[in-house]
């Protein structure tokens, strides 16, 4: 004999579902092998989420159960996860604002490392942005003002070309010229630190115009505001 679900049964697809959902927007692409990944603070936000989502609805009458599973959920989850869960939201949009740019996105623990190579970022002698990067700081300007629970550590790069002490402060030049334009685009300049290397730290060999470019870089780390010391 048929009978209709129950409130109760309703009540778990509605969670199972809910849960999923979370689960699969967090979700990230390893860019190594291309595959989906959950990450720990993922996996601590679906549990959060199940916590909150069943606390949401025990306190919640019928009429306002539905709303007070979304609302337990999103807690749950962000109190699960904690600041790496937001850091993995931070990465699957930072990484689909930088596809096809030639900006490398890297993560390392609850860090996002963004790598800027000269073909985008500065010509060769210079601190001015060139054409192609506006829109790149642009879009990342956006995310880091959706996402604002963050520090910005903003690191310049030369080549070998010239001497030191003029690449020192060519180096730190390009890092203010980054930290000058996003906070022109709204992000506080007290989230933002920024430091010249020089030529001390090149990614590629000096003596092909290629490995010159990848060396003129600019680095962007983006880390959660409960990871800075001192």
């Known amino acids: 004999m048929y009978s209709a679900p129950t409130h109760r049964t309703y009540f778990r697809l509605a969670t199972v579902g809910l849960i999923g959902a979370l689960v699969v927007g967090c979700t990230t692409t390893d860019p190594q092998t291309g595959q989906a990944k959950a990450s720990d603070a993922t996996k601590g936000a679906g549990i959060g989420a199940a916590a909150g989502a069943l606390l949401g609805a025990m306190t919640s009458n019928k009429s306002g159960r539905a709303k007070g599973m979304l609302t337990g959920a999103a807690l749950g989850a962000a109190a699960g996860g904690g600041a790496g869960y937001l850091m993995d939201k931070q990465e699957a949009k930072m990484r689909a604002q930088m596809a096809n740019s030639g900006v490398q996105v890297q ?85 933002m630190q920024t430091e010249g290397m020089g030529s001390s730290m090149p990614v590629a060999s000096n003596t092909t115009p290629d490995g010159r470019a990848q060396n003129r870089r600019v680095e962007i780390k983006i880390v959660p505001l409960a990871k800075q010391t001192g």
């Open 107 to 191: 993560r390392q623990g609850d860090a996002l490392n963004l790598t800027i190579p000269g073909n985008i970022s500065f010509a060769s002698g210079s601190a001015s942005l060139t054409p192609n990067f506006s829109p790149v700081l642009d879009k990342i300007a956006q995310t880091l003002a959706e996402y604002p629970d963050t520090q910005v550590q903003i690191v310049g790069h030369t080549d070998n070309t010239g001497p030191d002490d003029l690449n020192q402060r060519l180096s730190q030049n390009r890092a203010n010229a980054v930290s000058l334009y996003l906070g022109g685009k709204g992000i506080q300049p007290g989230r």
